[in-house]
Every structure is written in structure tokens, then in C-alpha cells.
T-cell receptor, first 114, second 112 residues
């Protein structure tokens, strides 16, 4: 499978714990995006990378959230001290920078904070 | 600022009926792209169609067709002869400045 891969698909955690999600983009794609989708809503932009540089962060990305793409390939999204409001689907997408409207989305990681 | 409105929360149709999903995209930008995505229960967003703001020509692709009217900011999507497999949540989205702006989605139920 050469699509965008996200791991894990589901995560249940207790409030206050830290969690980390991984996204593997399509191999030649230099752009990688993170979106968050709460129940009954459309995805909302969190952040994006071009290669290893994080070029933009949404105000939704509080200090408890950090995203990295150390070698310009896979990316991780960490949430520290999780809160119930963090429960959502976290979607990753990738594209080529010169074809940025042709983004491919992964199946997402569904986080439940109990 | 970008605003995407999908007023229809949920639609139910019987198989083989035609169904139109409504979308209004409001922006002050003159250049942008519009999309429709499908999200089945598995969660992945599946790309359906893309339109740029300069092209108001309506098109048909298989059972899908779309109607973009810049004057009313509407970008409607029609499925002809719906099938049970079309059941999913459909999102309208705009794209500008390196990010997608999604509507809240319309859940389509196609009953046999």
C-alpha cells in the first residue's frame, strides 16, 4: 500500500497521559499536513510541514501539542497531558509542494480520552 | 477568512434516486479551489472532484456532476442514480493559503 499511513488507528488514554501519533506520507511527497476532526464536524487544520520545516501552526495547536518531521519523511504528533476535549480523529495528509491541491489523506487516528 | 456552509446535516434517499448536496463557500479571495470529499465509516477522506475559482463550467463525471456558481458562492454536487455504496459523509472544502477549509459535512443514507 503506497498511500498515507497512520498509526495507531485507535487510541484510548486516560486524562493527563501523553500520546504520540505517527504519520507516514506518500514517499515522494514533501508536504505533510495534520488536521483534527471532532464528532459531527469537518476536519480543521492544525499544522503543515514542507520537508522538515514546520511552516504554519493553527491557533488550535495549544502548547500541549507538538509536531515534528525530523528527516522530512514521517511525522509525529504528540499531545501532552491529554484532556477530554482532545478526543477527536487526527488526520494526516501529504502532497507535493508544487501540486498542493492534490492532497491524499490517511485513515486517521481516533483518540478517546477517558 | 473562509467559510464553508453545508446546510444539509443528513439526507436519506432510496437507491436509484438522484441526490444533490449543497455547499456555499464564502471568501474574499479571488483565486481558490473547491473540492468535494467522501468519508466512509473507515475514516479516510476520499477525493471526488476539484474545481478552481475561474472555471464555472459545470461538468459530469460518471454518476457525479457539479454546479459551481461564483455569483452565489454555491458549489453543489449531484449523484445520479444513487447506490447503497454511496452512503457516507460528504464534505465540501475550499483550499487556499496551503490549507483546506471544510464544511461540517452532509451524511447521505442510501437505502435499498
Amino acid at each position: 500500500d503506497t498511500g498515507v499511513s497512520q498509526d495507531p488507528r485507535h487510541k484510548i488514554t486516560k486524562r493527563g497521559q501523553n500520546v504520540t501519533f505517527r504519520c507516514d506520507p506518500i514517499s515522494e511527497h514533501n508536504r505533510l499536513y495534520w488536521y483534527r476532526q471532532t464528532l459531527g464536524q469537518g476536519p480543521e487544520f492544525l499544522t503543515y510541514f514542507q520537508n522538515e520545516a514546520q511552516l504554519e501552526k493553527s491557533r488550535l495547536l495549544s502548547d500541549r501539542f507538538s509536531a515534528e518531521r525530523p528527516k522530512g519523511s514521517f511525522s509525529t504528533l504528540e499531545i501532552q497531558r491529554t484532556e477530554q476535549g482532545d478526543s477527536a480523529m487526527y488526520l494526516c495528509a501529504s502532497s507535493l509542494a508544487n501540486r498542493d491541491t492534490e492532497a491524499f489523506f490517511g485513515q486517521g487516528t481516533r483518540l478517546t480520552v477517558v | 477568512a473562509q467559510k464553508v456552509t453545508q446546510a444539509q446535516t443528513e439526507i436519506s434517499v432510496v437507491e436509484k434516486e438522484d441526490v444533490t448536496l449543497d455547499c456555499v463557500y464564502e471568501t474574499r479571495d479571488t483565486t481558490y479551489y473547491l473540492f468535494w470529499y467522501k468519508q466512509p465509516p473507515s475514516g479516510e477522506l476520499v477525493f471526488l472532484i476539484r474545481r478552481n475559482s475561474f472555471d464555472e463550467q459545470n461538468e459530469i463525471s460518471g454518476r457525479y456532476s457539479w454546479n459551481f456558481q461564483k455569483s452565489t458562492s454555491s458549489f453543489n454536487f449531484t449523484i445520479t442514480a444513487s447506490q447503497v455504496v454511496d452512503s457516507a459523509v460528504y464534505f465540501c472544502a475550499g483550499y487556499n493559503f496551503n490549507k483546506f477549509y471544510f464544511g461540517s459535512g452532509t451524511k447521505l443514507n442510501v437505502k435499498p
